[in-house]
Protein backbone atom coordinates (compact mmCIF):
# COMPACT_ATOMS: atom_id res chain seq x y z
CA UNK A 1 0.00 0.00 0.00
CA UNK A 2 1.51 3.13 -0.84
CA UNK A 3 2.00 6.00 1.48
CA UNK A 4 -0.01 8.79 -0.10
CA UNK A 5 -2.71 7.84 -2.66
CA UNK A 6 -3.96 10.33 -4.68
CA UNK A 7 -6.52 11.12 -7.58
CA UNK A 8 -5.04 10.38 -10.63
CA UNK A 9 -6.79 12.79 -13.01
CA UNK A 10 -6.12 14.36 -15.34
CA UNK A 11 -8.57 16.80 -15.17
CA UNK A 12 -9.58 19.38 -17.77
CA UNK A 13 -11.08 22.42 -16.58
CA UNK A 14 -12.19 25.86 -18.39
CA UNK A 15 -10.51 28.96 -17.22
CA UNK A 16 -12.68 30.29 -14.02
CA UNK A 17 -14.07 26.95 -12.99
CA UNK A 18 -13.52 25.70 -9.31
CA UNK A 19 -11.41 22.49 -9.28
CA UNK A 20 -10.92 19.76 -5.74
CA UNK A 21 -8.11 17.09 -5.78
CA UNK A 22 -7.81 14.82 -2.71
CA UNK A 23 -5.54 12.15 -0.90
CA UNK A 24 -5.59 10.08 1.67
CA UNK A 25 -2.37 8.81 3.79
CA UNK A 26 -1.49 5.90 5.58
CA UNK A 27 0.28 6.85 8.85
CA UNK A 28 -1.62 8.22 11.30
CA UNK A 29 1.91 9.30 12.72
CA UNK A 30 2.02 11.87 10.22
CA UNK A 31 2.20 15.12 11.08
CA UNK A 32 3.21 17.78 8.51
CA UNK A 33 1.39 18.00 4.86
CA UNK A 34 2.28 19.96 2.49
CA UNK A 35 0.71 20.14 -1.94
CA UNK A 36 3.59 20.68 -3.87
CA UNK A 37 3.49 21.94 -7.71
CA UNK A 38 5.44 20.32 -10.91
CA UNK A 39 5.17 22.01 -14.01
CA UNK A 40 5.96 19.65 -17.11
CA UNK A 41 10.03 18.34 -16.65
CA UNK A 42 10.34 20.85 -13.92
CA UNK A 43 10.92 20.55 -10.16
CA UNK A 44 8.39 20.17 -7.65
CA UNK A 45 7.71 23.47 -5.56
CA UNK A 46 5.73 24.07 -2.46
CA UNK A 47 2.37 25.69 -2.97
CA UNK A 48 1.31 25.91 0.27
CA UNK A 49 1.23 23.64 3.74
CA UNK A 50 -1.91 22.41 4.86
CA UNK A 51 -2.84 23.28 8.17
CA UNK A 52 -5.48 21.07 10.78
CA UNK A 53 -7.91 23.97 11.00
CA UNK A 54 -7.37 24.47 6.89
CA UNK A 55 -5.78 27.24 5.32
CA UNK A 56 -6.17 29.39 2.40
CA UNK A 57 -3.88 31.08 0.34
CA UNK A 58 -5.48 33.26 -2.12
CA UNK A 59 -7.54 31.17 -5.07
CA UNK A 60 -6.28 27.99 -3.32
CA UNK A 61 -7.61 26.42 -0.02
CA UNK A 62 -6.34 23.31 1.54
CA UNK A 63 -8.12 20.79 4.24
CA UNK A 64 -7.38 18.06 6.80
CA UNK A 65 -8.77 15.85 8.24
CA UNK A 66 -6.77 13.61 10.48
CA UNK A 67 -9.61 11.25 11.28
CA UNK A 68 -9.95 10.16 7.58
CA UNK A 69 -6.62 10.77 6.99
CA UNK A 70 -7.45 12.63 4.14
CA UNK A 71 -6.13 15.90 2.69
CA UNK A 72 -7.62 18.25 -0.05
CA UNK A 73 -7.02 21.35 -2.21
CA UNK A 74 -9.47 23.11 -3.69
CA UNK A 75 -8.69 25.61 -6.23
CA UNK A 76 -10.82 28.82 -7.52
CA UNK A 77 -11.29 30.59 -10.49
CA UNK A 78 -8.65 28.68 -12.42
CA UNK A 79 -6.14 30.44 -14.33
CA UNK A 80 -4.36 29.21 -17.71
CA UNK A 81 -1.17 28.86 -15.79
CA UNK A 82 -2.63 26.23 -12.64
CA UNK A 83 -2.30 23.96 -15.55
CA UNK A 84 0.83 21.87 -13.62
CA UNK A 85 0.75 18.09 -11.84
CA UNK A 86 -0.31 18.70 -8.01
CA UNK A 87 1.53 16.57 -5.34
CA UNK A 88 0.47 15.65 -2.14
CA UNK A 89 2.98 15.30 0.49
CA UNK A 90 3.09 13.72 4.14
CA UNK A 91 5.66 13.46 6.44
CA UNK A 92 6.80 10.25 7.71
CA UNK A 93 5.47 10.25 11.35
CA UNK A 94 7.34 7.92 13.98
CA UNK A 95 9.99 5.20 12.88
CA UNK A 96 9.64 7.60 9.31
CA UNK A 97 10.07 10.93 10.82
CA UNK A 98 12.00 12.87 8.52
CA UNK A 99 10.79 11.37 5.39
CA UNK A 100 8.47 13.23 2.73
CA UNK A 101 5.99 10.74 1.06
CA UNK A 102 5.03 12.22 -2.25
CA UNK A 103 1.87 11.17 -4.35
CA UNK A 104 2.02 10.41 -7.79
CA UNK A 105 0.49 13.90 -8.56
CA UNK A 106 -3.18 14.52 -10.01
CA UNK A 107 -2.57 16.57 -13.56
CA UNK A 108 -4.85 19.50 -13.93
CA UNK A 109 -5.16 21.52 -17.62
CA UNK A 110 -6.91 24.42 -17.66
CA UNK A 111 -7.94 25.64 -20.86
CA UNK A 112 -9.27 29.14 -22.19
CA UNK B 1 21.34 33.22 -8.36
CA UNK B 2 19.99 29.31 -8.78
CA UNK B 3 19.46 27.68 -5.20
CA UNK B 4 19.93 24.58 -5.80
CA UNK B 5 21.94 23.60 -8.62
CA UNK B 6 22.53 20.47 -10.49
CA UNK B 7 24.97 19.03 -12.81
CA UNK B 8 24.62 17.46 -15.84
CA UNK B 9 20.87 17.93 -16.63
CA UNK B 10 20.88 15.54 -19.47
CA UNK B 11 23.03 12.30 -18.75
CA UNK B 12 22.57 9.32 -21.14
CA UNK B 13 24.74 6.70 -21.43
CA UNK B 14 25.22 2.56 -21.61
CA UNK B 15 24.77 0.02 -19.16
CA UNK B 16 27.36 -0.97 -17.27
CA UNK B 17 28.85 2.64 -16.72
CA UNK B 18 29.73 4.72 -13.79
CA UNK B 19 28.56 7.83 -13.42
CA UNK B 20 27.92 10.36 -11.12
CA UNK B 21 25.85 13.42 -10.17
CA UNK B 22 26.68 16.69 -8.48
CA UNK B 23 24.41 19.14 -6.62
CA UNK B 24 24.86 22.15 -4.48
CA UNK B 25 23.15 24.56 -2.79
CA UNK B 26 23.58 28.13 -1.50
CA UNK B 27 20.94 28.51 0.83
CA UNK B 28 22.81 28.00 3.80
CA UNK B 29 20.86 24.95 4.59
CA UNK B 30 21.82 21.75 6.98
CA UNK B 31 20.03 18.94 5.14
CA UNK B 32 20.01 17.51 1.32
CA UNK B 33 18.54 14.84 -0.40
CA UNK B 34 18.48 12.79 -3.37
CA UNK B 35 14.65 11.69 -5.09
CA UNK B 36 14.19 9.44 -7.68
CA UNK B 37 11.23 9.97 -10.03
CA UNK B 38 10.64 7.04 -12.34
CA UNK B 39 8.60 7.12 -15.54
CA UNK B 40 5.67 6.54 -13.22
CA UNK B 41 5.68 9.92 -11.97
CA UNK B 42 6.68 8.92 -8.01
CA UNK B 43 9.19 10.70 -6.24
CA UNK B 44 10.91 8.57 -3.76
CA UNK B 45 13.61 9.75 -1.47
CA UNK B 46 16.72 7.78 -1.66
CA UNK B 47 19.18 9.51 0.75
CA UNK B 48 19.52 12.40 3.07
CA UNK B 49 22.68 14.20 4.69
CA UNK B 50 22.31 16.28 7.32
CA UNK B 51 25.47 18.29 8.16
CA UNK B 52 27.50 16.10 5.60
CA UNK B 53 26.23 12.74 7.99
CA UNK B 54 23.78 10.31 6.52
CA UNK B 55 20.51 10.02 8.20
CA UNK B 56 18.08 8.39 5.79
CA UNK B 57 19.09 5.99 3.60
CA UNK B 58 16.13 4.12 2.37
CA UNK B 59 16.17 0.05 0.35
CA UNK B 60 17.95 2.11 -2.70
CA UNK B 61 21.15 -0.61 -4.07
CA UNK B 62 24.28 -0.38 -3.51
CA UNK B 63 25.51 0.85 -6.51
CA UNK B 64 24.54 4.14 -5.47
CA UNK B 65 26.88 6.03 -3.22
CA UNK B 66 25.87 9.70 -1.63
CA UNK B 67 29.30 11.87 -0.83
CA UNK B 68 28.40 15.36 0.68
CA UNK B 69 32.04 16.80 0.94
CA UNK B 70 30.48 19.49 2.81
CA UNK B 71 27.09 20.77 4.23
CA UNK B 72 26.42 22.67 0.72
CA UNK B 73 27.12 19.63 -1.74
CA UNK B 74 25.65 16.44 -1.84
CA UNK B 75 27.02 14.03 -4.83
CA UNK B 76 25.68 10.90 -6.06
CA UNK B 77 27.39 8.21 -7.98
CA UNK B 78 26.05 4.79 -9.97
CA UNK B 79 27.79 1.95 -10.50
CA UNK B 80 27.39 -0.27 -12.80
CA UNK B 81 24.30 1.41 -14.58
CA UNK B 82 21.04 -0.75 -15.49
CA UNK B 83 18.39 -0.03 -17.59
CA UNK B 84 16.37 0.44 -14.20
CA UNK B 85 18.25 2.89 -13.20
CA UNK B 86 16.97 5.62 -15.74
CA UNK B 87 14.86 8.57 -14.10
CA UNK B 88 14.89 11.98 -12.96
CA UNK B 89 17.19 12.24 -10.29
CA UNK B 90 15.77 15.44 -8.05
CA UNK B 91 18.31 17.25 -5.45
CA UNK B 92 16.48 18.86 -2.78
CA UNK B 93 17.51 20.72 0.47
CA UNK B 94 15.89 21.94 3.80
CA UNK B 95 17.09 23.79 6.53
CA UNK B 96 16.60 21.31 9.38
CA UNK B 97 16.29 17.33 9.58
CA UNK B 98 12.92 17.16 10.37
CA UNK B 99 11.50 16.82 6.36
CA UNK B 100 8.33 17.44 7.54
CA UNK B 101 7.91 21.11 9.04
CA UNK B 102 10.80 22.30 6.47
CA UNK B 103 10.47 23.75 3.10
CA UNK B 104 12.66 21.39 0.97
CA UNK B 105 13.61 23.14 -2.01
CA UNK B 106 14.10 20.83 -5.53
CA UNK B 107 16.95 21.54 -7.92
CA UNK B 108 15.91 21.09 -11.78
CA UNK B 109 16.68 17.44 -11.61
CA UNK B 110 18.83 15.66 -13.90
CA UNK B 111 17.35 13.29 -16.91
CA UNK B 112 19.44 9.90 -16.92
CA UNK B 113 18.97 7.46 -19.87
CA UNK B 114 20.52 4.09 -19.46
CA UNK B 115 21.11 2.44 -22.87
Known amino acids: RKEVEQDPGPFNVPEGATVAFNCTYS??????FFWYRQDCRKEPKLLMSVYSSGNEDGRFTAQLNRASQYISLLIRDSKLSDSATYLC?????????????FGRGTQLTVWP | DTAVSQTPKYLVTQMGNDKSIKCEQN?????MYWYKQDSKKFLKIMFSYNNKELIINETVPNRFSPKSPDKAHLNLHINSLELGDSAVYFC??????????????FGPGTRLTVL
Open chain 2, 27 to 31: LGHDT
Open chain 1, 89 to 101: VVNGGGSTLGRLY
Open chain 2, 92 to 105: ASSQGVSGGADTQY
Open chain 1, 27 to 32: NSASQS
